[in-house]
């Protein structure tokens, strides 16, 4: 039986587990609301295979966005300018979930407890834009003041976050975003501010309490 609208959601996911697609996919066949539609091991060939395809709703696993900016998500996500976004998570803890919020994802599934979830994430979304499960809502609402220190960061000043963790000096940070060591400073100044800390050892802190790093 489909849906109330008479259509089948065409799904379609992003994750490296093998077995795990394979298990996602065994999910969703048997009901005859949704069709699936592919799947790949990362965003770069699911992008090569399956650009311009029709899809309603398509989950990626959380670890492919991780050294990803907002820009090139955002062209990413352009191929399919109708679909929606579910994300999906090892858990809700981490403060990076708003701002995938913020970069066009319309749900978040908890990847270690989905089966029915999955399902009901897949039909909210398609159905009434968006899905929210109880632990990421409760994450929202206890960690407002850390969304708003989040949503004041821009996606290059998470970039450079990213570099100075990896210890990478301002000309080697400059090097890989293709902007001059002179804006990295600037960049890195700012993140001081924003942070309120003194120096690159509060910003790594703040890094990884804010889940920008691991």
């Known amino acids: 039986m489909s849906n109330y609208l008479g259509a089948r959601i065409r799904v379609a996911f992003i994750e490296t587990n093998v077995i795990f697609r394979s298990g996602l996919r065994a999910l969703l066949e048997p009901r005859n609301d949704f069709e ?17 395809t029709a899809i309603n709703v398509i989950m990626i696993e959380a670890e492919l966005l991780a050294d ?12 399919w300018p109708h679909a929606k976004f579910i994300l999906l998570v090892p858990n809700f803890k981490s403060a990076m979930v708003p701002l995938y919020f913020k970069w066009g994802f319309q749900g978040m599934v908890n990847k270690w407890n989905m089966h029915e979830e999955a399902v009901a994430a897949f039909r909210q979304v398609f159905f009434q834009h968006s899905y929210l499960h109880p632990n990421t809502k409760r994450m929202l609402d206890a960690q407002r003041r850390t969304i708003q220190l989040l949503e004041r960061i821009t996606a290059r000043e998470i970039d450079v976050i990213r570099g100075i963790c990896q210890e990478k000096t301002c000309k080697e940070i ?41």
């Open 36 to 52: 699936w539609v592919g799947e790949a091991s990362s965003l770069s060939d699911f992008r090569a295979r399956y650009s311009g």
């Open 68 to 79: 990803l900016d907002q820009a090139y998500l955002q062209f990413w996500m352009s191929a």
């Open 174 to 214: 400059a090097h890989d975003l293709q902007i001059s060591p002179r804006t990295v400073e600037t960049h890195k100044m700012r993140i001081i501010e924003k942070l309120d800390v003194r120096n690159t050892a509060g910003i790594i802190v703040h890094a990884v309490r804010l889940g920008i790093i691991p």
